[in-house]
């Protein structure tokens, strides 16, 4: 392989095949340590998974091993020699890329134009030489088995293509050690697929990877060796041959962690929630939402999937009367609120959980007891008159931040003062309260750990049980599959398909989700 | 904690306005004067002499107005800079209430004159208003056009139209006097039995007692009722609060009105509580003043109090220095803005600094409880 034969000593150490090692690495901010003590190895020629919950550490792990922080303590060997990386520079002078899970890549310019950008290669008089960079991206496409067009325009391309020309960027520049920060996150079943197949062709070539993911089904799959990190510790390395999902969510979390939910049949009842034909307009003129129809009856979860930025946000924020409808009908309980405010909607029993809690789910700077009723406010349990009942809401407040286990000393407290976790169950514990009939929860797992997903999860499920009708948007394929009783999938801002719960695969809607297949017909109810 | 951080609240435009004196002070010594002796002379003649007092009280009034008008609007996210055109207007509508009507009861031609003096600024607050909320435009840009608008308006009713017939022929630029009914009662008579006598003290006015009144009531409103609750969704997170039902635009019309019609009352101290008509002449600037003042109180009514209490201090301060430490007085106007300056910074301290308390004190709590559960179970 392309190593160089380390030499024979390093603290007594023979470490003849480590592409990398940290030892000891401590890494404290203000009133956190983000990594404490972590000793991690990775061999050449390997694929490394590291997998944590949010906060665990591994993005700052990550950040120093690619020079954007500097450890407090510890030190880090490549290739067996002592190094300082204090900048993303040397990082790739050692070898090290990073492929960041937001792209950063130029729409109007071509795949070649966006992997030479930064290392353009000229001739003496600063001519840019684009053949011969054109000529050098497809020789690392053909080498690596990459499917990839080095003229296309890159903001034609799908979220995989992109993720490839951010690989094949990192490549261009020589990285030996790969760092891929959640490469899944936005990408449907096949482009999976097509990634791992591109990792292994990259291992096969003696390239190095840390692959960084909380999916544990797909860290078992790809990965040789995973570490598993909880509150900046190293919880422990194992083989990916020799551990099982249940053991790492366990190592993950601290506790054993119930992957299966338990899914109690119920008879769904009447329509509550109904769309017909709903167009939406985006931001500009243009429709976002194209003659939409959907139904959803009570106690049932129905589950829209679609790759992000296909017309989910606009759906729900006409369901929920933040958005005007262009054209259509929207139902609730068979009422025409098409032209509703958002107040008379949530008024008939409808609660949303917004897809970003930071834009539209709580205001940071506010109190948790004043976030916990945003919206309930003027009911009379709250209000005297004109003026807020302080001692009934705090009543309701204490019984809220019991009943959802809501980690806070003093509700009094800003809600920016919580953990992401905690702030998702401030607005998953607000719009729960008093009944609601509809529940339009959009991306409601976003950026939540193992354990809060689970109560998520275990909420949505019974607020299914005790006779709600939930409407499901995810990008997480997983999820919709697990929850719902039927599946649309959108695409293009039309619903391409709609599938039972017992017909819908991954695989299946995948191809409707990438826009590769679509039924011709699509009912609603 | 609670206890620390409201004492650090305190202590913050304390220490501003510190280093502003510091600051200060260089200048002072690039003039040649020694800055003790000028804080010194500031200080003995602003607040051992009953006159100064009560001239700092008098000047204080229309800044409590002019400091909450400002204050109301930043608590709705918009920045009311019309403070000043709105009073021009208050005040002329409530001249013209004064000298316009005649032969009515005080009971009823006073409170007439201050619904005409509110009124007029929320009429003047409107355009831009509307502007910002149908049309987006830049309450900024807009209420900055209707101060000039208001400006010359003004010189043209006070020149032109509503000029006192009696003073044709005299260089003096004025509306006709108030009826006695339609001027604000002074509080002399009331200080009187304590001792206290003299031109400064009889210019004092219950417009004070009514400013103060104002900052305490609007402190209970924004903090205990609903609509108050709702400003705060609207200026902390107005997308959240739209998901939540809450009609942004609504509350912040609302705001912006409040704003403008306490802005209406800013010139009535010097108007219906001094001179009894409108001057071409008559004091101008207290609404951008106003500006400054709300900034030190950090948009908290009841702050705005000693906030106004300072900048009537440095004024008269200004005269003293001026007059007994031969410092022109533009070395005062210089120390307002630093001091203005460091308390901008200094929030941003202060507020950067409890953010980092309370996530700490968070942390404590979330790895405190999993210990607690493992304990229990």
């Not at chain 1, 009856?297 to 946000?313: H, I, K, L, M």
């Not at chain 1, 009911?379 to 705090?394: N, S, W």
């Not at chain 2, 403008?260 to 951008?288: E, Q, R, T």
């Not at chain 2, 460091?342 to 999993?370: C, D, F, G, N, S």
Request: aromatic share 6%; net charge positive; glycine share 10%.
């Amino acid at each position: 392989m392309g190593a160089q034969p380390p030499p024979l000593f390093f603290r007594e150490i023979i470490m003849n095949d480590l592409f990398i090692e940290l030892r000891d690495i401590t890494k404290r901010f203000p009133g956190v340590v983000a990594n404490d003590a972590v000793n991690l190895a990775v061999r050449t020629g390997e694929i490394h998974a590291i997998v944590g919950e949010n906060g665990a550490g591994k993005s700052t792990l990550m950040r120093i091993l690619y020079g954007l922080y500097q450890p407090d303590q510890g030190d880090i060997a490549v290739k067996g020699q002592t190094a300082v990386i204090d900048s993303p520079r040397r990082a790739l002078e050692l070898g090290i890329g990073m492929v960041h899970q937001h792209f950063m890549l130029i729409p109007v310019f071509t795949v070649a134009e966006n992997v030479i950008l930064g290392s353009e290669p000229a001739s003496g008089l600063g001519r840019l030489r684009m053949r011969e960079a054109r000529q050098r991206v497809a020789d690392l496409c053909r080498q690596y088995g990459f499917i990839l067009d080095p003229g296309a325009e890159v903001g034609a391309l799908s979220v995989g293509e992109q993720q490839r020309v951010e690989i094949i960027k990192v490549l261009y520049r020589g990285a030996e050690l790969l760092i891929l920060d959640e490469p899944t996150a936005v990408l449907v079943p096949q482009e999976v697929e097509e990634l791992f197949h591109n990792l292994r062709r990259l291992k096969e070539q003696g390239k190095t990877i840390i692959f960084i993911s909380h999916k544990l089904d797909e860290v078992l799959e790809i990965s040789d060796q995973i570490t598993v990190l909880r509150h900046g510790r190293v919880v422990g390395t194992v083989p990916a041959a020799r551990t099982t999902k249940a053991q790492l969510a366990e190592m993950m979390v601290g506790r054993p962690v119930l992957l299966e939910l338990q899914r109690p049949s119920v008879t769904p009842g009447q329509v509550r929630l109904e769309a017909r034909r709903l167009r939406v307009p985006g931001s500009g003129k243009r429709l976002a939402v194209r003659e939409v129809s959907l139904a959803v009856r009570a106690g049932e979860v129905y589950g829209v999937a679609g790759v992000e930025g296909n017309g989910q946000t606009e759906l729900v924020e006409a369901l929920v009367g933040l958005r005007p409808i262009a054209g259509g009908q929207l139902l609730i309980d068979g009422r025409d609120v098409t032209h509703a405010t958002a107040r008379a909607i949530r008024l008939l029993g409808v609660a949303h959980i917004p897809e970003d809690r930071h834009r539209r789910g709580i205001a940071l700077p506010m109190a948790v007891w004043e976030n916990l009723i945003l919206g309930h406010h003027t009911r009379d349990e709250f209000t005297h008159g004109a003026l807020l009942d302080r001692p009934g809401i705090q009543g309701f407040v204490r019984r809220r931040v019991g009943d959802y286990d809501i980690r806070v000393a003093d509700t009094n407290a800003p809600v920016l003062a919580l953990s992401g976790g905690n702030q998702k169950k401030v607005v998953v514990a607000r719009e729960f309260s008093f009944n609601p009939q509809v529940l339009v929860a959009a991306q409601p797992t976003r950026g939540l750990d193992i354990g809060a997903t689970e109560f998520v999860m275990r909420q949505l499920l019974a607020a299914r049980s005790s006779g709600m009708a939930v409407l499901l948007i995810s990008a997480n394929l997983e999820e919709v599959l697990s929850l719902s009783d039927r599946i649309g999938v959108i695409y293009g801002g039309e619903m391409v398909a709609e599938f039972a719960r017992a017909e819908a695969t991954p695989a299946e809607l995948g191809l409707y989700m990438t826009g590769t297949k679509r039924k011709d017909e699509v009912r609603a109810g | 904690m609670k206890g620390r951080l409201l004492l650090l609240q305190v202590a913050t435009p304390v220490l501003a306005i510190f280093f502003g004196m510091l600051i200060a002070s260089v200048m002072i010594l690039a003039i040649g004067r020694n800055p003790i002796d000028v804080y010194a002379v500031m200080v003995r003649f602003s607040l051992t002499r009953t006159d100064s007092l009560f001239s700092i009280l008098f000047k204080t009034t229309p800044l409590i107005f002019a400091g909450l008008a400002v204050a109301m609007s930043f608590r709705a996210s918009l920045f009311n800079i019309g403070v000043e055109g709105q009073y021009y207007i208050g005040a002329f509508c409530a001249a013209l209430v004064g000298f316009g009507l005649r032969g009515l009861p005080a009971v009823v031609h006073l409170p007439l004159a201050l619904l005409a003096a509110a009124g007029g600024g929320m009429v003047w607050a409107l355009v831009p208003i509307a502007l910002k909320l149908r049309r987006g435009a830049h309450e900024v840009i807009t209420t900055i056009m209707m101060n000039y608008i208001a400006s010359a308006l003004l010189l043209y009713l006070i020149n032109d139209v509503f000029r006192d017939p009696t003073q044709i022929g005299t260089p003096r630029v004025r509306t006709p006097v108030v009826a006695p009914a339609a001027r604000v009662p002074s509080m002399g008579p009331l200080l009187a039995p304590l001792g206290l006598h003299g031109s400064d003290v009889e210019k004092l006015n219950l417009l004070l007692p009514l400013g103060i009144a104002v900052a305490v009531v609007l402190a209970y409103f924004l903090s205990r009722t609903r609509f108050g609750y709702e400003v705060r969704a609207v200026a902390f997170n107005p997308l959240a609060a739209e998901a939540a039902g809450i009609p942004n635009a609504r509350v912040q019309f609302g705001m912006f009105m409040l704003s403008a019609g306490i802005a209406g009352l800013v010139g009535l101290n010097d108007i219906l509580g001094f001179f009894g008509y409108l001057d071409i002449d008559f004091p101008k600037g207290l609404g951008f003043l106003g500006i400054s003042v709300a900034l030190l109180a950090k948009n908290n009514p009841l702050g705005v109090i000693p906030a106004a209490l300072l900048f009537g201090f440095l004024d008269r301060g200004a005269a003293g220095v001026q007059f007994f430490a031969r410092v022109p007085k533009e070395i005062i106007v210089i120390l307002q803005a630093i001091i203005i300056l460091a308390i901008v910074v200094a929030y941003e301290l202060l507020t950067r600094y409890v953010r980092t308390q309370r996530k700490r004190e968070a942390e404590l709590v979330v790895t405190a409880t999993p210990a607690a559960e493992t304990a229990g179970s």
